[in-house]
């Protein structure tokens, strides 16, 4: 699978546009990471293990995705993009999305 977030792919012609494909997941915090992020939150800085949190989020948008695209008959999605939202206090929904192509 091709991955681009333009229109086009370098060196490939779109022969055929299928659709959006789009993959997401939700995640809930967790009270530990909560307990800690306030005391960082004290101090400063990143907190980690939020970063970890959406950084694996992504990863299962991109898969969830990836997984209908290839389902479409796509091997390429282009114009990729990722928005993120919460739904909740304490949950967060990750996507990506992007158009399915069939590329040669």
Known sequence: MIF???HEIAGKRIKKTI???RGS???ARHIGR???AFFKMLVGGEIK???EMMAQAREEAIKRMTE???EMGANA???IRFSSIMIMSSTAECMAYGTAVVVE
Do not use: F, L, N, V
Request: glycine share 4%; aromatic share 4%; net charge negative.
């Open 4 to 6: 681009s977030t333009s």
């Open 19 to 21: 659709g959006i494909a």
């Open 34 to 36: 909560d307990i800690m």
């Open 25 to 27: 997941t939700i995640r």
């Open 77 to 79: 999605i282009i114009c």
């Open 49 to 51: 293990s939020y970063t």
């Open 68 to 70: 209908a695209a290839e």
